[in-house]
């Protein structure tokens, strides 16, 4: 089955512990994403990836990191996580391909509390 | 850059009253417009794209939306509401990077929509 799939779907941690949400998708995407939802807010664009080794800030880069290593693979990295990062965060991915229309297919989320 | 517009936040109706949904977007090319849902507690779900072919354009679950370049609009409709469509709705805007436009996908801030007995 064509997914994308995120792990882990629910955390709770602390303030300043580094945490690593893995993101994979099986659809052989070049384009992958990371977005935060917060209420009132919509969906906010953290990260992309155009392919293997690129990657470029979105609109609320702040305080994340990720790495595109594998083409398959596009993990969020909080090295310090801190309150206003609590939330709910989704991986995408896309073909770039004219007749994909841009379109992104989403995991299942992960909803973050950093206390 | 492109952006998106939903008025709305909350949207209240009965069962079997039509659903209206308003989502204006902005695009310095022409647009691929989208419409996903969000179920309680789930991830998003495509229900229907606009991508520069017939202007209405049928989902799936019986929702439709129509693009009208002259308003830069791309409201979402359905007939007739059922309690399963309680749900938030995020209208998004991407573009054809071709075209010099950004393939980036820009959502609304969502509309809650409530359907009552």
């Known amino acids: 089955e064509a997914q994308v799939t995120q792990n882990p779907r629910y955390l709770i941690t602390v303030t300043g512990k580094k945490l690593t949400v893995t993101c994979s998708q099986n659809m052989n995407h070049e384009y992958m994403s990371w977005y935060r939802q917060d209420p009132g807010l919509g969906l906010r664009q953290i990260y992309y990836s155009m392919n293997v080794e690129v990657t470029d800030k979105g609109d609320v880069p702040e305080g994340y990191k990720v790495s595109r290593k594998e083409k398959r693979n596009f993990p969020l990295i909080l090295e310090s996580p801190s309150p206003n990062q609590t939330s709910l965060y989704f991986c995408?991915?896309?073909?770039?391909?004219?007749?994909?229309?841009?379109?992104?297919?989403f995991g299942p989320g992960t909803r973050l509390t950093v206390l | 850059a492109q952006s998106v517009t939903q008025l709305g936040s909350h949207v209240s109706v009965s069962e079997g009253a039509l659903v209206l949904l308003r989502c204006n977007y902005s695009s310095s090319v022409p647009p691929y417009l989208f419409w996903y849902v969000q179920y309680p507690n789930q991830g998003l779900q495509l229900l229907l794209k606009?991508?520069?072919?017939?202007?209405l354009v049928k989902g799936i679950n019986g929702f439709e939306a129509e693009f009208k370049k002259s308003e830069t609009s791309f409201h979402l409709t359905k007939p007739s509401a059922h309690m399963r469509d309680a749900a938030e709705y995020f209208c998004a805007v991407s573009e054809e990077p071709s075209q010099g436009g950004s393939e980036k996908l820009v959502f609304g801030k969502g509309t809650k929509l409530t359907v009552n007995p």
């Open positions: 606009y991508t520069s072919a017939a202007t």
């Open positions: 995408a991915s896309s073909p770039l391909a004219r007749w994909a229309y841009n379109e992104q297919f």
